[in-house]
C-alpha cells in the first residue's frame, strides 16, 4: 500500500512516466504472436529494450495525437499542455492500449482464420501506418481551427 501512496504524491513528470509504462506488455504479446522466432531466442533484457523502444516511441506519437486534439479543442487551459502533462498521458495511454490490443485481436484472429499471415513487419506497419494518418489528420483539423481562429481575430 505505502507503493500506492508513494506514486499518488509523487511529481506529475513521473506519474506520467510509469503510466506510459503501461502498454508495454502489450508489445511483449505482439512479439510473441508475431515472431516467436525472436521472443524465444532473445533473452529478457534485450526483448526488454525492444518492447521499451516501440513503447517510447508508440507513446510520443500518442501523446501529440493528443495535443492535437487540444488545439482543436482550443480551450485557453488545454491550449499549450505538454507531454508530460498527466491529462495528456492517461488519455494518450488509453488511446494506445485500446489501439494496440484491437489490432493484435484483428491481427491474430485474421492470420489464425485465414491464409494470411502477420509477421512483426506487418504488425508493426499496420499499427504506426495507423498512428501516422491519425497524426496526419489530427495535424490538418488543428491547423484548420488555428486557420480560422487567426480569420476571426482580424475581423
Given at each position: ?9 509523487a ?30 531466442s532473445?533473452?529478457?533484457?534485450t526483448l ?19 495535443m ?6 482550443n ?30 485481436a ?24 495507423f ?14 481551427v ?10
Amino acid at each position: 500500500m505505502s507503493y500506492l501512496k508513494d506514486i499518488i504524491d509523487a511529481p506529475e513528470k513521473l506519474k506520467s512516466f510509469i503510466a506510459y509504462l503501461i502498454p508495454m506488455p502489450f508489445w511483449y504479446v505482439a512479439f510473441f504472436l508475431f515472431n516467436k522466432e525472436l521472443y524465444l531466442s532473445l533473452d529478457l533484457f534485450t526483448l526488454s529494450c525492444f518492447a521499451f523502444c516501440f513503447n517510447i516511441l508508440s507513446s510520443c506519437l500518442y501523446a501529440w495525437i493528443t495535443m492535437n486534439f487540444d488545439k482543436i479543442d482550443n480551450t485557453p487551459e488545454k491550449k499549450d499542455r505538454a507531454m508530460y502533462d498527466f491529462g495528456v498521458t492517461v488519455i494518450s495511454v488509453a488511446f494506445q492500449v485500446l489501439l494496440l490490443g484491437i489490432w493484435i485481436a484483428v491481427s491474430a484472429i485474421i492470420s489464425h482464420y485465414t491464409l494470411l499471415v502477420f509477421n512483426l513487419k506487418g504488425f508493426l506497419g499496420l499499427y504506426f501506418g495507423f498512428t501516422i494518418l491519425l497524426i496526419i489528420i489530427t495535424s490538418i483539423g488543428a491547423k484548420q481551427v488555428h486557420n480560422t481562429t487567426i480569420k476571426t481575430k482580424d475581423i
